[in-house]
């Protein structure tokens, strides 16, 4: 069987990091965050995450957040909840169904603490049963009642062996979770996505291109997509006219 991450080019680094926080998640809440400019390869380390997480047998919830959806209210918590929910109090189940329009309910919209207390109240089921990965892509985007909800949740984990993986795109201004607060929110690793070097960019382009790119073009590529490994490869669709093979993990 293939291994997770296998085929990931220029991020055996990044990607021990990432290896060494699902690993450390059973020990305790923490959270790692995949920070770096778009295209850069936050996405693919992320869905490197995931897989790694699963073939360990971890429990994932996830979702991809994305601007089309962000004032679509609760639409991320959704995503991670898209399973049958353990039992919860009366007024819980309510407004969980009502967010995540599981039933009618009549009368006023959701309470938000109500949604928060039931939103931690499924993680703490799911943790004693081993550890939890809550897998965010592209953070900057999520929905604002989303957003406040996990971020109640985050506060308030304790000592449960949940771990928060997120992508996050620089420049965004937002870390809508509060992971880099002061207080009992999970110990926080920051992991910055730079630019490939010119090696493993070359390595990158010649592995998913299906063009006959000579090196010197190779080089000029590296050198104007500023290691950006997206927008090399944009070039180089460009440049030869056929397709590119997608990165591991893309679809």
Request: proline share 8%; hydrophobic share 45%; net charge neutral.
């Amino acid at each position: 069987m293939e291994q997770p991450g296998h085929g990931i080019v220029g991020r055996e680094g990044e990607l021990a990091r990432v290896q060494s926080f699902i690993g450390s998640v059973s020990e305790g809440p923490s959270a790692l965050l995949l920070e770096g400019a778009a295209g850069i390869g936050k996405t693919t380390l992320w869905h490197a995450g995931v897989s790694i997480a699963r073939t360990r047998g971890l429990r994932v919830l996830s979702c991809r957040a994305a601007a089309s959806e962000a004032r679509l209210s609760y639409a991320a918590l959704g995503d991670l909840f898209d399973f049958e929910l353990p039992d919860l109090p009366a007024p819980q189940r309510r407004a969980m169904d009502a967010a995540l329009l599981r039933a009618e309910v009549e009368g006023a919209p959701p309470d938000q603490r109500a949604v928060s207390v039931a939103s931690l109240g499924v993680l703490r089921a799911l943790d004693t049963s081993g550890p939890v990965i809550v897998a965010i892509d592209d953070v900057q985007w999520l929905d604002a009642p989303s957003a406040r909800v996990l971020a109640f949740v985050v506060r308030r984990l304790e000592d449960a062996p949940i771990g928060i993986l997120v992508a996050l795109r620089v420049g965004s201004g937002g870390d809508p979770l509060g992971l880099g607060q002061a207080g009992p929110a999970p110990s926080l690793h920051r992991v910055a996505i730079g630019p490939l070097r010119e090696e493993a960019m070359i390595r990158l382009l010649r592995d998913r291109t299906q063009g006959d790119l000579t090196h010197p073009i190779l080089l000029r590529l590296h050198r104007i997509s500023e290691g950006n490994p997206f927008f090399a490869l944009e070039i180089a669709r460009a440049l030869t006219g056929q397709g590119v093979r997608p990165a591991p993990g893309e679809p």
